[in-house]
């Protein structure tokens, strides 16, 4: 590692199916030159780094082998390691190799640690979007005052807002109709094999899909298979009649039928289906029971719905009734991938599996005998359409813009060199408590003797108060801009404005960054305030040139009463409070570090 | 300030609580006569009913040991007949009134003579924004409601908390409070309540034209306001009491857990337990590190 060259054995890949060339991998700061252990293959590498653009590797404990995966412009090399430990060894050497180059490029900063591309883009893509970001990023980045990963360690919840907006949608079921397994039939007639192996059979998922879609052979496996049949036989009269109903043979099935009352069972799936339609049904809303009858489509079940024409032919019936059973079957589907629940356990015995899905399936009916309750309650109050909303919908608690603040702050600040008034002063009141409330109920009972005084007050007075009332709306209008709302930044000019807002989040961002660096412990941290420092003691003098140029400008707009000058200091000492906070921190904290390091070689040497 | 207009009211009608500062010490000092206040208020109220018939007042007093509904225009007793010279609404509330101040006198606990006790504003907050939230629950359009201080006492930093909260929910409910002091000194509580809500701060400069003030400023409901040009506060006091000692402060420690404000340093946060490492304070740092 020190010597800056790594060797180990490793199988080349050109693609990721490729099964590998065996050979031996020599990784230097500047190259990695790859030699097939058999010298007649032509898988020589030798590739330079400056063409590599970046590189990935699997994670240790994601079952996948070790592999190293180095991206040049056309494809990438992907080496499979024998050890997640060589590919540590191998990664920190192409990551300071990586590094090395691209920083000599010097076209983009790349950190210590090493970015998936996926990850820079998001970066690039976020900056574009956010021309506010991207400004304070050419501010601290593209002059060094920090480096890309700090600057992201505190983007952190932007990235993360990012990726949390792909990932949200939950995995379903596999969208075919599974329980369709297709028989091979060689030719022969009453010869039919299903494909099924016991792997297939006895995946939980695969259980799961037939007991979710066919409620009727849920029922039967629970009532029949240790019991009346054992379980192979069950499937295989499961599977005969689902033969016979996929070839639509309707008077074989029911003489079949007729002939093996278990395999009936298969073939009468409606009665369940109907008995949960009916609960469906029952859930809704009355007012909106007929929409639902028609949308299930449950009407040709005797004693539910209405039949609005009776007097069908019987094709057609018979068509209908296909039609609908492939629309049944579509909907239970469409439910059963929807609900998606899949078992935690995969290879289960299926007598458990059956187990467990009854007893959801109890679960779930126990909340529906809820949620009726609700429904009848709601039935009970009136119709909740008609209604007002009777939850109040409360504002957001809010941090109000900071422009605001500093405009009450700013009037503050100019008030208390108007006034110099002392803050506090204590009032004192010689009166014990039992004078004072005298003195208070007789004033109540004096009013109760003589009533309001008539007139209330002298006209004097009433203009007095016109007056003063009109002026201060008056000069705080003048206070304050052209109208009452706009605030003391917007009597700056433009471009000043835009500085000081700019300065503003410059340096709230570098504080964020200083702070955040507390308590310094390694050497990193130490070298990461020292340059912070450096970047905060500049915005002084950048401050200061604002000043300088803003107020030459301002010094025209004699209409102000309030001078310019005293605007921006007040700006200022928001800024500088702050900072001066910042950089006394930063000595206080320079001496003691020097003063414990001088304390401890005094102790041990 | 745009409160969120988020619901349905009946846009012209006031559902309107004051809260009436009646602290006994503040009155006994005050140059200006608690009876002439009060007829200015009680003539303010009176106009208030005037402007729509289903505008409501509810008035609470702010006493020192104990707060209070004296008012309330909406019950049944408000209706009554007018005793002699004067109407319902003043006879009745100048009873209940005197009813209050004494029970208060009676909860009073002995305290250090020479100064003022503070008013219970923060319960009188509360009590308010309870009656308000009864008042959205008992029927589809609430009457549009507001707050009204009426407070001339100096703010108790001791109650910095239950007051803030107090703001703060007001401000959830988007019930904006008006403010109208007539101390000395602003009062920074009310200030930052008015501001946080939407509402106005005032201090009438006049108190012998109180009620012109308060009819100019106050008196308008919520929808007009908005076409109106009134009074802006030209500053807010922002500053916080800390948890420790309730002491007003401009600068403090902040727990970076919960974000109680302290105006020393502690080992821990009294609020929430968090404990703070000892960034500061190098010599008891040190002096710790050496008997160690």
Sequence with gaps: MSSGQVVKRVKYKATVKDPGTPGVLRLTQEKFVFKPNDPTTNNKLDVEFRFIKSHKHTKEGSGKPPWLNLTHAQGSYIFELESFADLHVCRELVGIALSKHVQGEATKVISEEQLSSAEMTLRIKLLQEDSKLQRLHKELVASGKLTESEFWATKKKLLDQDESRKLKQRIGFKNSLIFDTKPMSDGRINQVKFQLTPEIKYQACFLLCIFALKPAVHQAFLNFVPSKMNEVDFWNKYFKAEYLHSTKNAVAAAAEAAEDEDLAVFLKDDEILEIEARKKVRRVDPTLDMEADQGDDYTHLPDHGIFRDGSKEVSEAQNALYKRTLLQDLNRQGAVVLEGKTLDMEMEHPRTVAEILARRKQKSDEVVGDEERQNRISKMTPIEDLQAQDDHNYAPLCIKDPRDYFDFQQANAVKTLDDSQPGTEQMTCSLGSEEAYGSLMAAISKIQATGLRDPLFSPDVALKVLHGLTRNISSTKNHLGKTSQESVLDILPNTTKEKLLDHWVCSQELLRHFWSSYPVTTQNLVNKTRRLKDSISQIYSKLEEIKVSASSDLRHQVSLVVHPMQQIKVYGQFFTQALDAALLHYDADIKKRNARVSKKSNGYV | ?292
């Design chain 2, 1 to 292: 300030m745009p409160s969120a207009p988020s619901k349905i009211y009946a846009d012209d009608v006031s559902l309107l609580v004051v809260t009436l500062d009646t602290n006994p010490f503040f009155w006994a000092t005050f140059p200006f006569p608690f009876a002439e206040f009060l007829s200015q208020v009680l003539a303010f109220l009176n106009s208030i009913l005037l402007l729509g018939q289903l505008n409501q007042v509810i008035v609470i007093a702010t006493g020192c040991n104990s707060c209070a509904y004296v008012y309330d225009s909406s019950s049944e007793r408000s209706h009554g007949a007018t005793t002699g010279t004067m109407p319902a609404l003043y006879s009745n509330l100048l009873h209940n009134l005197n009813e209050f101040l004494a029970k208060d006198r009676q909860l009073d606990a002995s305290q250090k003579p020479g100064t003022v006790p503070s008013s219970l504003l923060s319960g009188s907050l509360s009590m308010a924004l309870c009656y308000i939230q009864r008042a959205f629950r008992l029927g589809p359009m609430p009457p549009q409601p507001r707050i009204l201080c009426l407070q001339g006492t100096a703010d108790g930093p001791e109650q910095y908390v239950a007051i803030m909260n107090a703001i703060f929910s007001a401000q959830r409910s988007t019930v904006p409070i008006d403010s109208c002091y007539i101390g000395s000194n602003n009062s920074a509580f009310l200030q930052q309540a008015s501001y946080i809500t939407g509402g106005i701060y005032y201090k009438p400069p006049q108190l012998d034209g109180l009620y012109q003030y308060l009819s100019t400023v106050f008196a308008t409901d919520l929808h007009s306001r908005a076409f109106l040009r009134l009074p802006k506060s030209v500053g807010v006091d922002f500053r916080a009491s800390c948890f420790c000692h309730k002491r007003t402060i401009d600068m403090g420690f902040v727990c970076s857990v919960c974000l109680s404000i302290f105006c020393e340093h502690h080992d821990k946060c009294s609020t929430c337990g968090s404990v703070f490492g000892q960034a500061q304070l190098d010599a008891s740092a040190a002096n710790r590190k050496r008997k160690a």
